[in-house]
């Protein structure tokens, strides 16, 4: 999060311990004693999860450093980090990280419960079953109502052609790197009206133009991309991480084929998969194998070696109007996402007010970043025109 001026630490610390008294989420720790995890009320001070940090190489490269980070497991999973520029005030500063675990909220509630403990007009977090109540937010990028079908109809959804072989999928290492883009939000979704889509069916389609570029570079070409996608479902009454699991195979462009076409035939193929997503069975169904895989140290050697998808992407929509933080005008909202096995660029995508932030993180030992902005940036060019803004990291 970037702030216009520089906000005195104390000041937040003050903020942030008074307003998580609202957030039941946000009081609890995460046990696991003898196989049974549950959840049980913390001890301490608040206060210490509201720390600063000197600027160390420039806003991304602090904000990467401190997303490598991991949470302290006996202590509630979250941290605030206020970053402090070299011009900003003693006990200040103007860049503002935020880690939630992915235990703790799904992305719409998180953003929601940092609303809650940040903006100067509160915003009304979550309940404790997770319901959102927000005059800022939209709804999820990726949302789906409740209606009733079959049970299991959702693990179709789930379903779709496995990753083509590629030397892009290799087990990453310690450490990201990230890179930053701010579209123009009406731009953005102009070009999926175009196409009779959406926001999502565009980025969609930028992410597989962006690692069909990439595997080019290596001498390689791919069919198609398949893209993992988070779906958050149930509308206004979901549950806290009700969370459904979506895949696309998304085609490579034919020869010559519009952006137009190129979106509109994404669309059509997110509208079928999405219509079949009508729960979150395929998370349910799929938890107990993984937990189990967990617990037999397996899931993460078979994540490294995973060929089921080329990539995961998540979108968001953040707040519509103007927030400050303290007095201070919060000037861009920049989404995080974690390491995902043997995947070494992961998209997220958060709007806010009248822009659209995509980050790519990123793994430095696989991709140069600076080759993946380059490749990014024609990606969005070329499905969005004229929807880059000037990159202010």
């Known amino acids: 999060m970037s702030l216009a001026d520089a906000v005195p630490l104390a000041r937040l610390r003050e903020r942030v311990t008074t307003r998580a008294l609202d957030v039941p989420s946000l ?31 420039g806003p991304l490269a602090a904000t990467a450093g401190l997303l490598c980070r991991d949470l302290d497991p006996r202590r509630p999973l979250w941290q605030l980090t206020l970053v402090a520029d070299p011009d900003d005030p003693p006990g200040a500063g103007r860049w503002l990280v935020v880690r939630v675990h992915h235990a703790v909220a799904d992305g719409p509630t998180a953003i929601a419960e940092i609303l809650h403990l940040l903006a100067d007009i509160p915003v009304r977090a979550v309940d404790d079953g997770g319901a959102l109540s927000s005059r800022h937010l939209g709804t999820a990028g990726f949302g789906r109502s409740a209606r009733w079908m079959p049970p ?52 969609l389609a930028a992410v597989a133009l962006l690692h069909g570029a990439l595997a080019r570079e290596r001498g390689e070409r791919l069919r198609h991309v398949t893209v993992s996608v988070p779906v958050m479902w149930g509308g206004s009454r979901r549950r806290r991480n009700t969370v459904g699991l979506l895949r696309v195979a998304v085609p490579a462009p034919a020869t010559g084929e519009t952006a ?132 202010d990291w």
């Open 27 to 57: 009081r609890r720790v995460l046990v696991d004693p003898g196989g049974r995890p549950h959840w049980l009320p913390a001890a301490g001070d608040l206060g210490s999860h509201v720390d600063l940090a000197p600027l160390d190489g």
């Open 152 to 203: 299991g109809v959702g693990l179709v959804a789930a379903l779709a052609p496995r990753s083509p072989r590629t030397s892009l999928l290799r087990p990453i290492a310690p450490g990201c790197e990230l890179v930053v883009l701010r579209l123009d939000l009406e731009a953005v979704h102009a070009a999926g009206r175009r196409a009779g889509g959406t926001v999502n069916d565009v980025l």
């Open 260 to 391: 137009t076409s190129y979106i509109s035939r994404i669309a059509a193929r997110t509208r079928r998969r999405k219509a079949l997503l009508v729960d979150d069975s395929p998370a349910r169904l799929t938890a107990p194998v993984t937990v189990a895989l967990a617990r037999l140290g397996l899931l993460r050697p078979l994540m490294a070696r995973q060929r089921q998808i080329t990539t995961l992407l998540t979108n968001v929509h953040g707040p519509v109007g103007s927030v400050e933080v303290c007095g201070s005008r919060v000037r861009t909202i920049v989404p995080l996402t974690p390491a995902a096995g043997n995947i070494p660029v992961v998209a997220a995508a958060l709007s806010y007010g009248t822009q659209l932030v995509l980050t790519l993180r990123i793994d430095p030992t696989a991709l140069s970043a600076e080759g993946v902005r380059r490749v990014a940036r024609a990606a969005v060019e070329r499905v969005a025109p004229g929807s880059l803004r000037d990159d």
